[in-house]
């Protein structure tokens, strides 16, 4: 079965300083596709960026980026230069292969960032 | 911009009460979804529909039900609510791509936190 794991609960990171959110998944199939959402305190789930698994390079969106390591079977996202606003649960997701429209979520890393 | 809305951001209801959780996206998007979040649990996905008055159960369906007679509405439904069913409901909606490396993503709603008392 498809699995998404998270093991980090919790990080903190100073601000401006690089932080990195593990995420490790499992699937037996070779086309799928990883996402990471932020979800402020307000709730809402914000897209941040995506990795195909055919994609050769890395993701990278801005300050972030995805370290994707196939042969691992992971995924993690590294927020460069944190800053206070980035405090916030994060959450890695996966797309089913065969149910293609619906994702798998981890269960979150809150990352704190302080001055 | 995509553009989903949930009727309430706060609900409190008690043991018995029939609920009813709106959700309307506004890009003419074919795929809604309704997941609950739940502190250590990340979030599960409890119903969705890829059509109007088309509907599919997802990991945790028990105690709820969905309706969507259109296609930018999809609504959740407690049946007779319980206290186990306090919990962070989220909505999403999403082109239908029909490829699991496609890059579009879900656009989620702002989240209805449920206390059932």
């Known amino acids: 079965a498809q699995k998404i794991t998270q093991t980090q609960p919790g990080m903190f990171v100073q601000e401006k300083e690089a932080v990195t959110l593990d995420c490790t998944y499992d699937?037996?199939?070779?086309?799928?596709?990883l996402f990471w959402y932020k979800q402020p305190s307000s709730g809402e789930m914000i897209f941040l960026i995506y990795?195909?698994?055919?994609?050769?390079q890395n993701a990278t969106e801005g300050r972030y980026s995805l370290n994707f390591q196939k042969a691992r079977k992971s995924a993690n996202l590294v927020i460069s230069a944190s800053q206070l606003g980035d405090s916030a649960m994060y959450f890695c997701?996966?797309?089913?292969?065969?149910?293609?429209?619906?994702?798998?979520f981890g269960t979150g890393t809150r990352l704190q960032v302080f001055p | 911009d995509v553009k989903v809305t949930q009727s309430s951001r706060y609900l409190v209801k008690r043991t018995g009460e029939k609920v009813f959780l709106e959700c309307v996206q506004d890009?003419?998007?074919?795929?809604m979804f309704w997941y609950r979040q739940d502190p250590g649990l990340g979030l599960r996905l409890i119903y969705f529909?890829?059509?109007?008055?088309?509907?599919e159960k997802g990991d945790i369906p028990e105690g709820y039900s969905v309706s969507r007679e259109k296609k930018e509405r999809f609504s959740l439904i407690l049946e007779s609510a319980s206290t186990n069913q306090t919990s962070m409901y989220l909505c999403?909606?999403?082109?239908?791509?029909?490829?699991?490396?496609?890059?579009?993503?879900?656009?989620f709603g702002p989240g209805t936190r449920l206390l059932v008392l």
């Open positions: 529909s890829y059509d109007v008055k088309m509907k």
């Open positions: 890009m003419d998007h074919e795929n």
């Open positions: 699937t037996s199939d070779p086309s799928y596709g």
């Open positions: 997701a996966m797309r089913e292969r065969f149910n293609t429209d619906k994702l798998i």
């Open positions: 999403a909606s999403s082109l239908s791509q029909g490829a699991p490396r496609s890059q579009e993503t879900q656009y």
């Open positions: 990795q195909g698994s055919y994609d050769q």
